[in-house]
DNA sequence: GAGAAAAGAATGTTCTAACAAATGACATTC
DNA sequence: GAATGTCATTTGTTAGAACATTCTTTTCTC
C-alpha cells in the first residue's frame, strides 16, 4: 500500500478536499501510482493527514467521478485502468492542429456584422429577427486546406475585429471577452460537398466531407456560438469519450 | 416559490438522495419547474421533507452535475436554462433506431469465432494472437439499410450465439453476460465506401460513408468489444454534448 | 476436507453541528 | 443623491459520529 506525500495548507483559500483531489490527481497521472494499485483507504487517508472522513471521501469522489479510481465496496478503492482515464474537453480546431505540431492558419473567407439568419439565432435561443455576426474561415493546416468554417455570434460579442479572428482561434478571442463556454451540443455527420466547398478544400472527385454544428453555450445557458464546420475527411477525426451511469 | 411535492420512502432500499433527486429531476423534465424559476433553498426543502441538509445537498449537487439546476452562493438556486440538459450516453444504434420510432432488423453477414486480428485486440489491450469473435452485421431500420457493423468481441463471451445477435443489440447480450460498459472512446470520421459497402447499403456513387469505431470497457478496464461501423450518410448522424469543467 | 457461519475490512448512507463566504437589500452617512 | 456599511439569506466547507452493506478471510462444524 503506497502513501502517496500530501500536503495540506489550512491557511489557503482553497478547499481542503481540492488541495487533496489535485495531489492525489497528480500523483495518478504523473504514473506514481499505477493502473490496479490498492489505494489508500478513507480512514487511513482521513488518519494519516489528520483530515476528516467526508473531506477525504469528497476528494476520492471526485477522482472516481473523472474515472482516475474505482471504488468497491468491502473491497477497497484501486487506480482504474488507463484507459478509462481521459475525458472530453471542449476543443477547437486550432487547438487541435496545433497539438499535433503544425501551424494552423487561417484565412477570413466573410466577416459580415449584423447578419439575420433564423436557423442559427433559434439554435442559440435568441429570436430569429437577432443581427448576428456571421464569419467564414478556411483554416489549413500547415498548408493543407483542412476545414471551411462558418459561426454566427450572438450580438454581445459584436465587438469582434476581422483581425483578431484572422491572428487565432475563435474561442481564445471569445474568451478574451468573459465567454466562459461550458456545454457544446454538437452533430457529427457526412455528406457530399458543395462546388465551392469542393474548391475551397481541393476535394477530389468523389471525396466524401466531414461535418459538424456546433452549438456552445455559457455556464448560465446563454449562447455563445453556433457553427457549422467541414472538415477534409482525410485529416480529421472526432475523438469521443462516452461514460456511462 | 414552487414547493415540489415529494415523497420519501425511509423503508425502501434506494437512498434518500437518489428518491429526492429523482422526483426533482423529473419535476424539471416535465415542465413543472421551468428554467429560470428559482428552486427551493436547501433549509427549506430539508425542513419540509424532514431530512438531514447533507442528504438534500446530495441531491440538488447531483441534479446541478447534470446541468439541471444552477447554484449561486448568497442569491440561490434557479434551474438552469433548457439547453444545457442532457448528457452523453452510452447507446447502441438498435436503442438510436428504436427511439426514433422505427423498427430494427438485423443481417448477420458473417459469424466467426476464433479469429485473430491483431489490430481489434490491441485496441482492446489484449495478446495481439488472442482470438476473437468476429460479427458482421447488416442493421435496417424499417426497409432501409443504415449501417454496416464490424465487432470483434473478447474470448470471455465466446459462447454469444448467432440467433442472439440477430435478435436484437449486442449490448444487451453482453449486459445479460455480466458485461457492464462504463467507457467508450470513439472515433468518428468519413471516408468513401468500399464496393461491398456501397452495394450493402445501396449507396449511389459519390455517396460518402460516415463511420465510427469504438473501443468500450467495463468500470474495470477490461474490454467489452471492438466496433467499425459504417453509416449511410442520410441515415445517421451523432450528438455529442461536450462539458467543461 | 467441504461447506457454513462468523469476523473483519472497506465503502455507502445518514445525521447533527458549526462556521465561512458571497450576495442583495436596506439603512446610514456624507 | 451617491457612496458606504450592515445585516439577513443562501450556499460552501468541514467535522464528528453512527450504522448499513458488501465482499473477503478466517474459523468452526459436520
Redesign the pocket.
Known amino acids: 500500500m503506497l502513501q502517496i506525500p500530501v500536503t495540506i495548507d489550512r491557511s489557503s483559500?482553497v478547499?481542503?478536499?481540492?488541495q487533496l483531489y489535485e495531489q492525489l490527481s497528480a500523483a495518478i497521472e504523473t504514473g506514481r501510482l499505477k493502473p490496479g494499485d490498492a489505494?489508500e483507504?478513507?480512514?487511513a487517508l482521513a488518519d494519516r493527514l489528520?483530515?476528516?472522513?467526508?473531506?477525504v471521501?469528497r476528494a476520492i469522489a471526485e477522482l472516481v467521478s473523472r474515472g482516475l479510481l474505482v471504488?468497491?465496496?468491502?473491497?477497497?478503492?484501486t487506480v482504474a485502468s488507463q484507459v478509462i482515464h481521459r475525458r472530453d474537453e471542449l476543443t477547437s480546431l486550432f487547438d487541435d492542429i496545433s497539438r499535433r505540431g503544425q501551424k494552423p492558419t487561417t484565412e477570413v473567407l466573410d466577416f459580415v456584422p449584423d447578419l439575420e439568419n433564423p436557423v442559427a439565432a433559434e439554435a442559440l435561443g435568441l429570436p430569429a429577427d437577432t443581427p448576428l455576426l456571421f464569419i467564414e474561415r478556411l483554416r489549413l493546416a500547415g498548408d493543407v486546406p483542412t476545414a471551411v468554417m462558418q459561426n454566427w455570434i450572438p450580438p454581445r460579442f459584436a465587438d469582434l475585429t476581422e483581425s483578431e479572428v484572422a491572428k487565432g482561434s475563435l474561442y481564445a478571442a471569445l474568451r478574451a471577452r468573459g465567454a466562459r463556454p461550458a456545454v457544446a451540443h454538437q452533430t457529427i455527420g457526412a455528406r457530399r460537398p458543395s462546388a465551392k466547398e469542393r474548391r475551397l478544400l481541393a476535394l477530389a472527385a468523389g471525396d466524401p466531407l466531414l461535418t459538424m454544428s456546433r452549438r456552445a453555450y455559457d455556464g448560465d445557458g446563454s449562447a455563445v456560438e453556433f457553427g457549422d464546420h467541414c472538415y477534409r475527411y482525410d485529416q480529421y477525426t472526432f475523438d469521443v469519450t462516452v461514460h456511462e451511469s
Do not use: I
Not at 15 to 18: G, I, N, Q, S, V
Not at 50 to 55: G, I, V
Open positions: 483559500p478547499p481542503l478536499y481540492h489505494f483507504n478513507e480512514l489528520q483530515l476528516s472522513r467526508p473531506t471521501r471504488r468497491r465496496r468491502g473491497v477497497g478503492t
